[in-house]
């Protein structure tokens, strides 16, 4: 799979989480608001997709390959655009 396939594969499966889960903004405030909950400080809609990012990124040291993480990584990347705007 060359990098536009990905990128492609990677917009449906962004798509398919939003019918499944609603909007990304909405999804990452209330994930921020549990966060913030039980991390005792606050944490924005923004903070989380790199902190989501950030996981993938943690498995992807174990497997470089695993495309899944690959996908769930620009996927994250394109929710944070999202939640900044």
């Not at 608001?33 to 498995?59: E, F, H, N, Y």
Request: net charge positive.
């Amino acid at each position: 799979m060359n990098s536009e396939m990905m990128l492609k594969h990677a917009a449906g499966v962004v798509e398919n989480r939003r019918r499944q889960y609603g909007e990304a903004t909405a999804l990452f405030d209330h994930v921020a608001k549990r966060w913030s909950l039980v991390l005792g400080a606050k944490v924005t809609a923004a903070q989380v997709a790199p902190c989501l990012i950030d996981l993938k990124m943690a498995r992807l040291v174990h497997d470089p390959k695993h495309l899944d993480s690959i996908v769930d990584v620009a996927g994250y990347a394109a929710c944070l655009r999202e939640v900044q705007r």
